[in-house]
């Protein structure tokens, strides 16, 4: 196989979640090719808790729909498989158990454009993002490395190498997060239309 074919046939995934007002947690995956057009969609059924299940689980109520209930069964839904999956949910680490691809999630940059976005999920309480951006900015990070205007945290430490070889072969140069809004916006449509 040519290198340039090679590179036509590398799939990206891309995974996230939406709050629907009202009707709970949906998930949406998008697999694309290396042009960023897509080429498999799925999302789930909204996951709504009760009022009993919000008191039991409490703050790790989210993480455990996202990565426990949503986040398997979309992955492992789809027919096609991506090299890599990329995320902006810092709660989906143990979804990468059942995955056989790279789980990344994306950090913004700090000083680069785009590290000013507000748009990352709110759920992501994380203090070090901005710090381990810094550090895959500056190269110093085993598990956090840079992809164009992101940093990229691999959930597991032992595909980050991996991970990082893969983004670098690829080339690819759009905007990493603009798939994940497309997801969200396909979410949004297809809830307002069924309304």
């Known amino acids: 196989m040519h290198a340039s074919n090679s590179i036509n046939s590398v799939l990206l995934g891309f995974l996230t979640f939406a709050r629907l007002q009202d009707h709970g947690i949906v998930g949406g995956y998008l697999i694309v090719n290396h042009l960023g057009r897509p080429v498999e969609f799925h999302c789930s059924a909204p996951v709504q808790a009760n009022r009993a299940q919000q008191i039991l689980f409490g703050p790790t109520l989210r993480a455990y729909v996202c990565s426990e209930m949503i986040g398997p069964s979309l992955l492992q839904s789809t027919r096609l498989a991506p090299v890599v999956v990329v995320t902006d949910d810092a709660d989906l680490g143990p979804v990468q158990a059942h995955c056989s691809a790279p789980i990344l999630r994306l950090v913004p940059l700090a000083g680069l454009p785009g590290s000013s976005r507000d748009d990352l999920p709110a759920t992501d309480p994380d203090p070090q993002d901005r710090q381990e951006g810094a550090k895959a900015a500056a190269g110093s990070s085993a598990e956090t490395f840079a ?37 969200r916006a396909a979410i949004s449509e297809a809830h307002s239309a069924a309304a």
């Open 147 to 183: 992809w164009n205007q992101y940093a990229c945290r691999a959930f597991d430490v032992t595909w980050a190498l991996r991970a990082e070889t893969l983004v670098t072969e690829m080339g690819i140069t759009w905007d990493l997060l603009e798939p994940i809004e497309r997801i």
